[in-house]
């Protein structure tokens, strides 16, 4: 994958500093149209309305938003065309099955997934992030620590591999259920965003921090136990020797090598 | 140290299986005085009868409820006899300041950190288990990741050396300041325990899990990074290669060897 992805934790800055937004806006400031889709939102409209005076008043000009409701939507030549011409593509927060039960394996995929390839960029808040990877978290009783009865998961965009993303990251218990994401596969490793918080990735392996908050990074590749192994589905999962990371912005991670780099 | 702690994430259960406060108990069922210190909060009366009738349901006898309201009822040497006499030694949950200004250095607390050495139970939840450590939690804004200004501490109770206590630990970005805590100094063991959940504390060097939920270990020792050195007060916390476990019931950590063992 060549494209460039914006992996936002949700409640992004939109009246400040807006770091994260600008970000998203950059590649098409001199040009090229952002495409914003709502897919995942019940209130298309409301929030394509708010995204476009915001990318606005950040001066971007050519701004469509996509406004898939139903599947059919996502066959619709004149949506698909929308995407066609983007450089960059922003989805917004909602529910993450709503992005794939619509989205997935439709014409406006593959046009999206043709062009993440040639370079144009693909941004996504809360349920916007957390459809992004090739599987993805759909629930867990955040409630709870750990359960191993709470975890949902299902395919996800496949825009980026060998990752778990969980948004909001600072709510109360995401830390027990993205761990118990890690735990059933430590091929992936967990990444944790807190809300005005995002990761920048650059062609599949490597992410940089933005905006005000915590990335927390979970690499299950040490864990020497799991209770997973043990089939008591109501139980509480014990883990052991996780190897966890604390970034925050300007700091790096290298998926490939699963290694922090600190800000210069 | 001799004494065996008792040291509960808050909220145990009162009316169920009792798990935690059946274990609290245990020492004084067959006779021997459970003292109640009702210090840490503001309702002492209604607290005090609470716990009062849930022991006696529980089969304990002689209870005492032990009312510090101000530092000097912590010099009256009918509170000293009562826990002279007791067994089992039981903190309330409430304000962890309340715990250690109104009893540090006082007759009472010199009599208890004997009746501890002479082998008594003493137990505490919430609160009453933040207190326990040489160092103790006292704040810290559960919102925000890892903010180093947000973070509290003050000298508890001395009852556990090298580990720092967090309570009610499912709950909103608990997990961000006690890896805050244990960057400030990795020689603590960080022990996040979630409600209805205890930790067994024997000889000041292993203990093992009791109660429903999960609790989280972070062994900082391994610690490569902390943006703690640059002196960034309102910066958000970097911290990389933090070593966490998360235990549940029957599961023992060493806190000697910094060293989980899964339940057998």
Sequence with gaps: MKG????IGGHEDKAGAEVILREVARPVLKGGRLAIITAATQVPEEVGREYTAIFRELGVRDIAVVDIREREDAADPSCVEQIKDAKAIFFTGGDQLRITSQLGDSPLFQMLQKRCADGALIAGTSAGAAAMPTTMLVSGNSDESSRISALGMAPGLGLIDNVVIDSHFAERGRIGRLLGAVAQNPASVGIGIDED????VEKNRRFRVIGSGAVYVIDG?????????EKQPEGVLSIFDVRLHILSAGDQFDLAERQ???RE
């Design 4 to 7: 460039k992805l914006i992996i």
């Design 197 to 200: 918080t995002a990761v920048v």
């Design 221 to 229: 590749s040490t864990i020497s136990y799991s209770s997973l192994s």
């Design 260 to 262: 922090p780099m600190m």
